[in-house]
Structure formats: structure tokens, C-alpha cells
């Protein structure tokens, strides 16, 4: 079958229906740029929340083996919407989240090209990356969100959480913050270590559900690695209000070499902050009197309980995350609404 020119009809089973332009790159990009509610985490390809049907229509897959799928899935025609691009008008079927589910009604992502300001260490291995959007760009978001970056020579988009918060937009020109991790052999973001103030850079966002909430209780936001970013970003927002509820910050690094990172958070109210740092494998070379070990053990050991007095936002490497959830979720039984991240890859 061949392609037809964009845009494209796009149908979804049961009622809905919205038309991609011809330079959107994904079903789930369009979608959500379009207003429509599809479910989603990542964006790349990892989660599988975006799964859905093609019921009519040619539908190209960007990613045949992404790891969002099980092959049984894919053996049963499932399809990633943030890995599919149409071929021409479609039918699909689609569990879609119930309407305005929040940051999605009122701020669709933007496509836009940024332009790179500046770039500091924070530690050995990540860099705090700031990017100027253009002109005229509001660049609104709430804090605890990400956005996609496109790496110079690479089809796809590695997803980075903002690290300040939208109040910052008030700022000329507005700012886009990110911490970003040099992961060792990792293609997108040793391209991203390669640019040099100047340098323009495809930059498409906001995306997330793990973003900061209105509330009354205290927040606790757990970070590991480059979790760094969304948890200062979450922090950052809650000391903007002008509310009383404080932040208990878990900022698990690995080595003293990484304890620059503490850095990040100096200039936040600290009657309203309280710090834990932790380190996972402390140098036997260098003194450390602080706690080791894993991060959500430290906060599991010394917030005070029940720990569904708090709300949880949370963002790390795929196994902390998923520890702090079975913590919460099993252990304590913190009801689901006060648990609040991004799954990435
Ligand atoms: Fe598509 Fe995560 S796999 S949103």
C-alpha cells in the first residue's frame, strides 16, 4: 500500500476524531497536540500506556522492537501510538483517559525550535542545560514535566524533565532548564554533550502526568541520578506558593564526587526544605558520615508515618522508581492519587 499526502483523517472507534497535520511526527504527538486525551507516559517507546488497535488504514511503525510491547502483543497487532506514523485517513480503537485530564486540556505540546544558552557541570557526569525558547514562546508548563530534545543527527527524541519552574518564564527570553546525564556509550545524550552555546535544537513539549498538584499536605520528592532535574523543578514549585506545606528531599547520588549536586538547591527556603542526602556507594578515600544506601530506604526510615500523610513525587532510574512505588503502593499503602511520576526508559 502507498502513503497519501497528510493530513491525515484520523477516526477513533466510538466517536472522537481529529486531523494530524503534515508535520506531525507521531499518532500520539498529533493526538495530544489536537486535544485529544491519549494515554501516554513516556513518549518513547518504553511504557506501553499509548498501546491501541489500527482497525482501518496503513499505519507505519517507527520502532519495530520497542520494548513498550510484549512480542505476544505485537503478535496480536498492538501498536504504539508514540512509535506509529499514519499513511493516510485511519480507523483505530483506543481507551482514551477522561477528558482534560489536567496540563494536557490547557497547554498542547509545541514543536520549537530552542537555542542552547548555556551549559554547566553538576556533577562528574550530568550538566544543567539551558535552552532559550524563541520569541513570543510562553513556554508554559507545570513544574515536574518534560519535553522531548532531538539530538542533531538522530530521527528520534530523548525525553528530559524541566529542572525550573514556569514561574522562571517571566524571564526574557523564557527558558527551558534540563539535567542531563552523559550515560557511558548512550548515543542521544553523548550527542547532547557535543553542543556548544548556540547551538539549535528541536524541543517539543510539555508532556507528563507526574507534575506537581495543588494540595495541603507536605511533599516529599525522591530523586536518583538525573531524577535530579523533574524533583528540583516539583521543589522549586512548591516553595513558589505561598502556601505553608514543606518538601522532604531524598537526593540519592552514588560517590562523594557527585555531592556537587547538593548545590542545586541552595537558594530554597529552608524553613520549608529539609535535605537527606544518600549515597549508594560511598569511596572508602574520602570522608562520608551521611546515610548509604538505597534513597527510599532513608525516606521509608525517617518521615513520619503514617507516609500517607505526605504526597510522593518521584523520579530516578527505572529500579528506584519502581521500589518506591512497591514502598508506597504495598508497603504503606499510600492511596494511588498521592503518588505522582513519569515512567521513562
Ligand atoms: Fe508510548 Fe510510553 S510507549 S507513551
Redesign the pocket.
Known sequence: PTTTPAPWRIQIEGGAEFTLAADEDTL?RGALRAGVPWP???????????RFDVLDGLMQTLWEA?P?LSERERKRGKR????SRPGGDCRVKVRLDPPAAGAMASRPPVRRMATLLARRPVTPDMDEFCFQLPEGDAGEFIAGQYALLYPPELGSPRAYSMANVPSERGSNPTVWRFVIRQVPGGVGSGLLFGLTPGAQLPIDGPYGHGHLQPGTRDVVCIAGGSGLGPMLSVARGVLAEPGTRRVHFFLGLRTQAELSAVKELDGLDPARLRLHTVLSSPSAEAPWVGPTGFVHEEAERTLAQPLAAHDFYFAGPPRMVEAVQEMLMLRHRVPFEQIHFDRFI
Not at 501516554?40 to 499509548?50: D, F, I, K, P, T
Open positions: 500520539l501516554y507516559e513516556c513518549s518513547v517507546g518504553g511504557c506501553g500506556a499509548c520497542a513498550g504504539l501510538a508514540c512509535q
